[in-house]
């Protein structure tokens, strides 16, 4: 079976746009109404043909206790679904959701395509995916299957029929579940099959091999081709990769695995009308989500935040905002979450009491009409007996079994909630496209997989008690930027002149954009932007890049003695040896800022991503820059630290825009003592304020619709003033001063509030 041809855009500008479909966000309806909830869903993967009748009839039981209302059905179930090639064998799955039905509970059902059974394996093994290294993987995990592979592609598609067929007008079943966790274990296979998958996507991306050689520069250590037949894949070599070459690598690796859920979902839409997902792995790197989710009704996420980790709040909050973008502003489903702990970390640790209830609440609050688990019973046996179910191996003479049934009742009072937006006023950009090019490059610096930048920024929004939206790169009529008061922009690292234009028109409708460095640095087939970085954003910000400053860390030295006789290096300094950089607030809004932060005042600093920057005396078109502001600095390198070379050049500008709006840039990787001053004064410029001000440490603050979800995540009890309106956890009215304990929390409904506000 040939590869569908990818649905990139020309080679010349790629913009990183949506996959066209049902489920995009203009006309994406909420789950609840797809689903028929009345409250949200709660459940988790369930797997009955691990156990026997009896645990089957004690698990119908046992749902009912804990007012589980939805499960999934069926992910892992190839092998009984399919045991022999073309054989199906259904039946047991439809008694199973009869049953289910008859008991009041929902079904996610599963295409089962995500683990191939053993016969597939043995009978085609160039089915099996191959390592950069050139070996094949063997049996006996899961996701073992190429991408390309003709047979796997053949009999997953075949499976989704019959199931469909069977099933895809059951009323117990009211959605559909495509594979599973995409690319989790096999993101890219190196086999013959991709090798020449990847040469068509390249003719249909460049048209002709001479176009590829100009897009990825190949002249450059001898690597022109005079034949799209001689590139292959980006597979073990003597030395460093070609960029480019690997940057498309990565976009065709997504469209693999794309075109596999695209492929199910056509052939489940022409036998049920039921709505379709797939589950998404949070800010996954190896999956443009924005790319995805146009082709689904309902965004659904798996996240498994570490209870070990004392940010895992804001995993839960940060994961929530990227799927409610996703969904184009609308709410979304979590499909996987642990009941306790999980069992694939080198430690495990469980969740704290009261965290499980906490979390799940903060998932609604963050845009989630439903709670689900993996799983509902913990495995007896496999590579994931130790990872916790929602019925424990010690059954209910357990915690984590009180905890599942407090917060399924819980949940069950939420209806009011359901179908309810998140209102911000603030923006976070994030772009798959500049994260893959900036992970192709070799240097300045080996970034991280998982937006390590948005992450820091959306972490002092959420730190500061401000609502925020994440929203794609690309133009996309449920994520338009003029509507928000403040917009950032972390490390998008290629340059997009339709981005350049969204963010000017915002910022002349009054907002303020913040940029913070490396943006702009190459273009769409990751080559280096000339004449000084930032691009089509030079004109907006009045300033360019002229080269980065990164600063590599400790060099260690072997010998303490040296410097008693190493006459010529021990006078010399290596400023780019330190770990961090300082700052010096030379405007005055933000040396004020500072000032009410604390006495002593706490000083700027920065990480080991610096810029040198030249604001633009006299821009390159004097025509797009009549009329534009002068650039304001706001802060310079101080010289401190590693920054001895960079002293008095611009770390932090601004630029008005006309009205109210400006644009900001950041040349450094603030920390969080400096972002939030930062933003202290950029919310003061842009009118934003926290969802409810002056709350204590620990409490966190979301509202969706009339309701106002207060979060402690703290250890310890929390007095809160000023709340009004019913508790719909207890039903009790709350007249104004509150106390929540730790770990727990507080969902009000403001009567009084317009549900428009």
Partial sequence: ???????????????????????????????????????????????????????????????????????????????????????????????????????????????????????????????????????????????????????????????????????????????????????????????????????????????????????????????????????????????????????????????????????????????????????????????????????????????????????????????????????????????????????????????????????????????????????????RQGAETFHSGMVPHAGRASRTWEEVVATGRALKRLGPVLGEPVRAQVAVVLDWDSQWAMSSAIGPVEPGERFETARAWHRSLWEAGIATDVVPAAADPGAELTGYRLIIVPAVFIDYPELAGRLEQAAAAGAQVVVVGPTGVVDANAGAVLGGYLGSLRPLLGVRVTDHAALSGPVGRTDSRAALVNRLSRVVEAPAAETWTGLEAVSVPLRRVLDQMGSPAPDLRAGGWAEEVRVDEAPDDADTDEGREPVEVVAVFDGRGGGADLAGWPAITRRPAGGAGAAWYVAADLDAVSRAALLRLVCAHARVRPVVADLPDGVEAQRRGQVLFLLNHGDRAAEVTGVVGTDLLSGEACTGHVVLAPRSALVVLDNTRPASV
């Fill in 1 to 379: 079976m040939t590869s569908p041809a990818p649905s990139a855009s020309s080679a010349s500008a790629p913009q990183p746009v949506q996959t066209p479909g049902p489920g995009t966000a203009a006309r994406r309806r909420p789950p609840h109404e797809l689903l028929g909830l009345t409250s949200p869903a709660y459940g988790g993967d369930y797997n009955p043909e691990q156990w026997d009748e009896a645990t089957f009839a004690e698990d119908l039981e046992l749902m009912a206790e804990a007012d589980v209302n939805m499960v999934s059905l069926g992910i892992f179930s190839w092998a009984r679904l399919e045991p022999r090639e073309g054989d199906y064998e259904l039946d047991w799955l439809v008694e199973v959701i009869d049953r289910l039905h008859d008991a009041g509970i929902a079904v996610d059902l599963a295409t089962a395509t995500a683990s191939p059974p053993a016969w597939m394996a043995a009978e085609h093994p160039e089915s099996l995916p191959m390592s950069a290294d050139g070996v094949r993987l063997g049996f006996g995990s899961r996701q073992q299957y190429c991408p390309s592979s003709a047979v796997y592609r053949e009999r997953s598609a075949a499976l989704a029929q019959a199931l469909a067929e069977r099933l895809g007008d059951h009323p117990g079943v009211v959605m559909w579940h495509i594979g599973n966790e995409y690319g989790c274990h096999t993101a890219e296979c190196f086999c013959p099959a991709c090798a020449q998958a990847f040469r068509s996507w390249l003719a249909h991306r460049y048209g002709d091999v001479e176009h590829l050689n100009a897009a990825w520069g190949t002249d450059f250590w001898s690597q022109r081709y005079t034949s799209l037949e001689q590139v292959g894949p980006p597979a073990a070599m003597p030395t460093f990769h070609n960029p480019a070459q690997l940057l498309d690598w990565r976009r065709f690796s997504d469209h693999q695995l794309r075109s596999l859920m695209e492929a199910e979902a056509r052939i489940l839409r022409e036998h049920s009308s039921r709505p379709i997902t797939t589950n998404f792995m949070g800010d996954f790197p190896a999956t443009d989500y924005w790319r995805w989710a146009g082709a689904l009704d309902i965004i659904s996420d798996d996240s498994y935040p570490d209870p070990a980790d004392e940010a895992a709040a804001h995993e839960v909050a940060w994961a929530g905002d990227l799927m409610r973008g996703l969904a184009g502003g609308h709410p979304w489903i979590l499909m996987e979450q642990a009941p306790s702990a999980v069992q694939w970390r080198g430690r495990n640790s469980p969740k704290r009491p009261g965290q499980l209830l906490l979390w799940s609440l903060a998932r609604v609050a963050h845009g989630a009409d439903g709670i689900l688990q993996f799983q509902w019973r913990q495995s």
